[in-house]
């Protein structure tokens, strides 16, 4: 069993950064970890992935440059640093994972975090 909780949104202007987290318990050796997103009245979105390793990750072109997914294998945390954040950024981002390689698609995605809000004002 793998529980993954969220932690550092808030409320920033455009053009600011921000450090999201993800602290994963339970074993998460050869889990892949993603980052999605959902906006009022929007499907959930795919952010960014990376496999256990590090060696593979894979991101949205939305977010292309200036989102960067990186996880702490020894502590058991993912985080998404997201730079250059517009209004469009606005949502709630939740941490998942899955056995396995990298995937877009949440249904994939067997353990989900309860998420955290981010909003960018103009």
């Known amino acids: 069993q793998v529980q993954l909780v969220e932690s550092g949104g808030g409320l920033v202007q455009a053009g600011d950064s921000l450090r999201l987290s993800c602290a994963a318990s339970?074993?998460?050796?050869?889990?892949?970890m993603a980052w999605f997103r959902q906006a009022p009245g929007k499907e959930r979105e795919f952010v960014a992935a990376?496999?256990?390793?590090?060696?593979?990750?894979d991101s949205a072109d939305s977010v292309k440059g200036r989102f960067t997914i990186s996880r702490d294998t020894a502590k058991n945390m993912v985080y998404l640093q997201m730079s250059s954040l517009n209004p469009d950024d606005t949502a709630v981002y939740y941490c998942?994972?899955?056995?396995?390689?990298?995937?877009?698609?949440?249904?994939?995605?067997?353990?989900w975090g309860p998420g955290t809000q981010v909003t960018v004002s103009s």
């Open positions: 990376m496999t256990y390793s590090g060696g593979g990750t």
């Open positions: 998942a994972a899955r056995v396995g390689g990298l995937s877009r698609w949440p249904d994939m995605y067997k353990y």
């Open positions: 339970g074993r998460t050796s050869s889990y892949a």
